[in-house]
């Protein structure tokens, strides 16, 4: 094991701690401890083992090698677990155990195939009174971030034109929410760029009675939204702070998109009841 293993509240131990329930117990180098928790390090207690953990954690699986883990993610097999179990308590009924061992580097072809299966959103802004070239600095602002992240880089952008990228951001995760219902907590930039569109040409007066050729460019914006895959994001991070913050962000996510499913059956339940009512009134 290259690290100490940490808890959930990242406190460093001086001994890697087993978390059972309310109790806590540890397991001595020599191997002398308490018998429920003779388990091997980075696993959980016998009496509350959370699945959603188990598949975000390589040893909590139950992996021993690099090629049972890379099987055991290539099988597809992961599926994001709600974690509000986690959070909810704060480990008065369990604890968490993170393995902060390197797991074995994923194959492009397993990434790429499990990205394709994610849900993604096309927006675009065209004719843009502004050179690619300007432009791209601030669309390499918001590429690879989260959505929530990209739009806070934008809104403290000085560069011109930031509010306009934002504003494509923001269409196409409306766009998201229409029509399969995810949130911005949900999504996160796979692509934005900025390309050449149609450039004017006038004249450039120069000195001594010469002249040249002015152009005015003009862009087009490109911006790609895809649904995160946070198990393999977590996977794919190598510190403890960046896992802990993948969780918490997975987490609400899903309470965004509670919310937002509860809204929207409200609304529905209202619109039928405001439907049984008109047909009332016509009957009568």
């Not at 975000?56 to 690099?66: K, P, R, T």
């Not at 306009?164 to 923001?170: D, E, P």
């Not at 460019?217 to 911006?223: D, E, T």
Request: aromatic letters at 6%.
């Amino acid at each position: 094991m290259n690290r100490l293993v940490r808890r959930l509240s990242g406190c460093r131990l001086s001994k890697p701690m087993l978390f059972r329930g309310p109790s806590v117990g540890y397991r001595s180098p020599t191997g002398v401890g308490q018998e429920q928790h003779k388990q091997p390090l980075g696993f959980f207690s016998s009496l509350a083992r959370p699945p959603s953990f188990e598949r975000l954690s390589g040893s909590a699986a139950g992996i021993n090698s690099e090629v049972e883990a890379m099987d055991h993610f290539q099988s597809d097999t992961f599926e994001t677990v709600s974690t509000s179990r986690i959070f909810a308590n704060r480990g008065a009924n369990y604890g968490l155990i993170f393995d902060t061992r390197k797991l074995p580097k994923l194959k492009p072809s397993t990434v790429k195939r499990r990205l394709s299966k994610c849900k993604t959103y096309q927006g675009k802004e065209k004719s843009i009174r502004q050179s690619p070239w300007k432009l791209n600095r601030v669309c390499r602002l918001a590429a690879g971030l989260t959505l929530e992240e990209a739009l806070t880089q934008l809104k403290f952008c000085d560069l011109k034109n930031a509010g306009l990228v934002a504003s494509v951001l923001k269409r196409t995760s409306n766009l998201a929410d229409i029509r399969h219902g995810l949130q911005v907590s949900q999504l996160e930039v796979a692509e934005c760029f900025a390309t050449k569109a149609m450039m004017l040409r006038r004249i450039k007066t120069m000195g001594r009675g010469r002249h040249g050729v002015l152009h005015h460019k003009f862009s087009h914006i490109q911006v790609v939204l895809r649904e995160i895959d946070f198990p393999l994001r977590i996977y794919q991070q190598n510190s403890l702070s960046q896992k802990r913050k993948l969780l918490q962000h997975q987490h609400r996510a899903e309470q965004d998109a509670k919310a937002a499913k509860a809204k929207r059956e409200e609304m529905h339940r209202m619109l039928k009841q405001q439907e049984m009512q008109f047909l009332e009134e016509k009957s009568n």
